[in-house]
């Protein structure tokens, strides 16, 4: 079912047809969760692949022997997407590892009352565009991306697929404190020190695990070695579907990237949108990677960094 020029809209939200129908959606929306699943939430290109890998090899101990034979759409497969059941089907693990894109809105209701352990990953909103932007590039089961200008600004009215990401991370992170299941984890916490993020995930997840086993973890979840998985970045997906000679799945990965697609007016635009979106909201995000060589010595990640 190739559908790559279908649009769902569910929910008053888009989604690419090639991976979703009506049917898998609704379906994701009364999944009966169980108690010992590992549930893994981001908006596009936040991170999910970085923690869908840090979550497999926590299991592993550090083994890469799953990472590197799996393909990661099997071993944490989409909820909402059509193949879903068919991997469940099939697979053989104890804990189960889901992967979505839903906001809290829509899955709520379903993850309520169970004591599923959630990772909301989230990604400062610049870099975040910029990833997606030319992930649309290269991904033909969506529409086609436009010039940067008309791309950022579909994203700042929430036109684009998967919805508004401004209702998405509200609606997660608004859950902290009245959730005790869930623990909310950045992209830039992932890059700034993937050692002291490996070692919180694991302890959230009562899987705790020796130094050389956090190592382990460590140098096969790395940026480049995650580049050159292919159960990871995507090459075993068929050309017809991601343009592998457009560009790649994995690109660039940087904190502060989107300095080199944001003109200073862009900036300016993004800037009074996103402080009049996001007014009622106390998170602050990483937009740079100057902090990089401060948190490396340190244990504890910094939940508090600059702001826009």
Same mark, same amino acid.
């Given at each position: ?86 991997? $469940? ?19 709520? #209701?379903? !993850? ?95 899987? #705790? ?26 090459? !075993? ?20 990237? $989107? ?50």
């Amino acid at each position: 079912m190739a559908r790559l020029d279908v649009a769902e809209t569910f929910h008053g939200i888009l989604f690419p047809g090639h991976l979703h129908t009506q049917d898998s959606l609704q379906l994701a929306l009364k999944f009966p969760f169980q108690d010992t699943d590992i549930v893994i939430v981001s908006f596009p290109k936040s991170g999910t692949t970085w923690m869908q890998e840090i979550v497999t090899l926590i299991s592993s101990r550090g083994d890469p022997h799953v990472s590197q034979s799996v393909p990661n759409w099997a071993r944490a497969p989409w909820l909402e997407q059509i193949y879903f059941s068919a991997v $469940w089907e099939t697979s053989k693990t104890t804990t189960r590892v889901i992967t979505t894109h839903l906001p809290h809105h829509l899955l709520g #209701p379903a !993850l309520q009352g169970s004591k599923a352990k959630v990772i909301y990953v989230s990604r400062n909103p610049k870099d975040m565009v910029v990833s997606f932007y030319h992930f649309h590039k290269i991904a033909n089961f969506f529409p086609e991306a436009g010039t940067f200008p008309e791309f950022l600004n579909r994203f700042l009215e929430g036109k684009l697929h998967y919805g508004s990401w401004f209702d998405h991370i509200k609606g997660w992170t608004g859950q902290i404190g009245t959730m005790n299941n869930l623990l909310h984890v950045t992209y830039e916490d992932m890059s700034l020190n993937l050692h002291a993020a490996m070692k919180r995930v694991s302890a959230y997840l009562q899987r #705790p695990l020796l130094e050389d086993e956090v190592n382990n973890c460590v140098k096969h979840c790395s940026f480049n070695s995650m580049k050159d998985n292919k159960m990871v970045n995507y090459t !075993l997906i068929d050309q017809e579907i991601i343009n592998h000679g457009k560009g790649f799945f994995m690109r660039n990965g940087k904190i502060g990237d $989107w300095k080199n697609m944001f003109t200073d007016e862009l900036n300016q635009y993004f800037q009074s949108i996103f402080e009049s979106k996001m007014k009622d909201c106390t998170l602050e995000f990483v937009w740079e990677e100057q902090q990089k060589e401060e948190t490396q010595t340190n244990e504890q990640i910094p939940r508090k960094n600059t702001k826009l």
